[in-house]
């Protein structure tokens, strides 16, 4: 296995703020851009080609990782004009792949942290002789998902996207995000327009009696699309719940990047990332949290389950739970800000602005 095909062209949208400045893949997760991390995880596996499907702020990317020689890895870059959907970004890079038509391709989604095991996945997909193998995981709840029945051999049965009634939900299997592609698969993806894999490549390969395989893979999965996913899921890096080659120190409570400040009386649990040039007050608490670089943390002030964006300012004493404050952003003295409270990227929150009495 030796080629990849990374899809990094997604919005963002429901990560706002986070993503106004920054695309998905690039928002950091324990202390480096989330997107090193499935880079790092794919070299370790074997893979030495990856081909980054880029579309949203796409000139992000190139600069920061280059050719990929500091990962090991080559590096390529295609960018959509017009949004095409997975299965169409996936066919617009097929240009770039060195593989030729019965070999196997990897593809994963952007914004997916897993655990799983890169080179079984490969092998599953080697010894069912499929034309496209999926990683699955199980959910108690599949309800947001697609589910993918599979007989008992793991041959996929059916795509059911995002069942509505307990009937129509058969399995608790779902679709996790990451795939092995027979390489001619890719090359028969119309091209030039917008295609989904989920509701055309799939159903349709099936119809056709292709062999789609899965594998059952229920080691650590999480998707990344929400802030407090995206939160939780550095915080787990940090933690060494989530595996990651790429996590720059020791795996424990708390990830502090060099020339960050951090007070004698400070406390930081749960995962906690403090981002390079950050400074937090003396007395501050921070629990399962990311402060991004050169942000501040006011004296006394507790966060739990946040976000602190780039150069953002949180005042004394102020109490942030399952909030995100965007980049630049000023949050004053003692204000509350609660679960799913988001402010903007620049925005200005005065003191004790927004309180919460303590019987509420």
Known sequence: MTEAILLVGGK?????????????????????????????????????????????????????????????????????????????AIRNVAERLDSRPDEPVLIF????????????????????????SLHLTRVQDPRAFGLVPTDGTGRVTAFLEKPQTPEEIVTDQINAGAYVFRRSVIDAIPAGRPVSVERETFPGLLADGAHLQGMVDSTYWLDLGTPQAFIRGSADLVLGLAPSPAVPGRCGEALVLPSAEVAPGAKLTGGTVIGAGAVIGEGAAIEGSTVLDDAVVGPGAVVTDSMVGRAARVGARTVLRGAVVGDGARVGADNELHEGARIWCGASLPDAAIRFSSDA
């Open 12 to 88: 963002g949208t429901r990560l706002r703020p986070l993503t106004v400045h920054t695309p998905k893949p690039m928002v950091p997760a324990a202390g480096v851009p989330f997107l090193t991390h499935q880079l790092a995880r794919a070299r370790a596996a074997g893979v030495e080609h990856v081909v980054l499907a880029t579309s949203y702020l796409a000139e992000v990317f190139e600069p920061y990782f280059g050719d990929g020689a500091a990962l090991g890895l080559r590096l390529e870059y295609v960018t959509e004009v017009e949004p095409l959907g997975t299965g169409g």
């Open 109 to 132: 989604n952007g914004d997916i942290l897993t655990g799983l095991d890169i080179r079984a996945l490969v092998a599953e997909h080697r010894s069912a002789g499929a034309d496209v």
